[in-house]
């Protein structure tokens, strides 16, 4: 069952993904405030609770400057960022990684995605719409600056021993093989998550509310599965989800993408 959205045709949509969009939208939740920082139509979060501050994500290699900027204009200088998280290692979702380690800004990477960043260059994508399809060369060939994370995460870890901020890192391949989701809470308890950062998990729809299968996913399936367990046990209490593209989101639209993966392939 397919989820009602406001609709565009494909040269309409074509023409918003290759724009130059950038937007600042800030959510306090409880004691946890995201400012989504968006350049070129991709989502870097900038997490704080207090005096601790994290980012999610570092978007294009030629939106780095204008991402650093952005940082300061909302209050936090980029040198005192605890860490920069990121959700996978696709050219658009590491560009600022450089400048931010110049830093001294602490960069964590999934161990599956470990080879991908340190060449420089994104592993093979697999479209999933005819938008995807007419992106798929320029996507794939996009190059980065290749870099070696700080960390590396192969299993669950606790977020608050390297940020400050209570919550969980936990791996969720699919989208790439080291794919990461971060889920944030009031305290490190799984049953106090409120706020999850999905990365490339899901998107949000496109001009419109709701949640989108990814342009980019080798095995739907998997993809189903990992929703699943990222609601059922990873963040079975969160409510607010950030994803790496459009957005936000909340639980619900993760429950309606559902409907739309298959069981099996």
């Known amino acids: 069952m397919m989820s009602a959205r406001v609709l565009f045709s494909a040269s309409t949509t074509f023409a918003l993904l290759n724009g130059c969009a950038t937007s600042v939208d800030t959510a306090a939740l409880g004691t946890i405030e995201v400012i989504t920082l968006r350049h070129s139509y991709n989502n870097s979060h900038l997490v704080r609770r207090g005096d601790r501050a994290f980012l999610v994500d570092a978007g294009k290699p030629e939106d780095a400057p204008a991402l650093l900027e952005s940082i ?32 001294g800004v602490k960069v964590v990477v999934g161990k599956g ?8 260059s994104n592993d093979a994508l697999c ?48 989208h790439t093989e080291g794919s990461l989701v971060v889920n944030v809470g ?15 998990l899901v998107r949000g729809a496109i001009g419109g509310p709701g949640a989108e299968v990814h342009f980019y996913m080798c ?47």
Do not use: C
């Open 219 to 265: 095995d739907l399936a998997d993809n189903r599965r990992d929703i699943s367990a990222l609601l059922t046990s990873l963040a079975p209490n969160a409510q607010h989800v950030f994803p790496g593209h459009f957005g936000p989101l909340d639980r619900e639209d993760l429950e309606d993408v559902l409907s739309d993966l298959p069981e099996s392939n």
């Open 186 to 200: 009031e305290s490190a308890d799984r049953a106090a998550v409120s706020v999850t950062l999905v990365g490339d």
């Open 72 to 103: 300061r204009a909302a209050g936090t200088d980029p040198a005192t960022l605890a860490a920069v998280i990121i959700t996978h290692g696709h050219a658009d979702h590491v560009g600022a990684v450089p400048a931010l380690q110049k830093l």
């Open 127 to 174: 479209p999933t719409s005819f938008i995807a399809r007419q992106r798929h060369e320029d996507d794939e060939k996009l190059p980065f600056e290749p870099f070696k994370p700080d960390v590396l995460v192969d299993g669950p870890l606790a977020l608050e021993p390297l940020t400050g901020i209570p919550g969980w890192i936990d791996p969720l391949a699919g």
């Open 113 to 120: 995605d470990a080879a991908m960043v340190g060449r420089g």
